[in-house]
């Protein structure tokens, strides 16, 4: 399930960024330097339990079902965040606040929900005559639903 939360740097014009970290944990670092900052347009949203660091109009830390307090880093100081919309990835081309699995199970109801209009739709004289033919017999007159 993503989870996607996404802080943005109230600071203009970033220049050093160098780590990404939980506040409560300073050894475990989620995102380094060396692992880049490219436009978040180019990327993909993160891996579950990760983070990443990208532009788009400003500096976004993107984190996947990470819900501890973050800290960013840059110069040796430390860089503030605010909670923020998270930015349009390559992925979706759509701005991504949470539940890509989401989309797909609702992709698929429709599909479903087109594929039986369409049966029904090619197969109605032989359902309309099935229900005719039931309705002549007079079958639901007989049937007890236990009340």
């Known amino acids: 399930m993503n989870l ?33 900052s490219p436009p978040c347009s180019s990327i993909s949203p993160p891996p579950l339990s990760r983070c990443l660091v990208c532009f788009q109009e400003a500096v976004y830390a993107v984190c996947n079902n990470v819900t501890s307090a973050l800290t960013m880093e840059g110069g040796g100081a430390p860089i503030p965040l605010t909670e923020s919309e998270c930015p349009v990835f390559m992925e979706t081309g759509e701005v991504s606040t949470s539940g890509g699995s ?37 079958t639901f007159s007989r049937c007890r639903f236990g009340l």
């Open 4 to 36: 996607l939360s996404c802080l943005r740097s109230a600071a203009p014009n970033i220049s050093q960024l160098d780590v990404l970290y939980l506040s409560d944990n300073d050894e475990v670092n989620l995102w380094q330097k060396k692992d880049g």
């Open 102 to 138: 989401q989309d797909h199970h609702l992709w698929f109801l429709l599909i479903i929900i087109i594929i039986a209009a369409v049966v029904g739709y090619w197969k109605r004289r032989v359902i309309s005559a099935a229900w005719q033919q039931w309705k002549r017999r007079g």
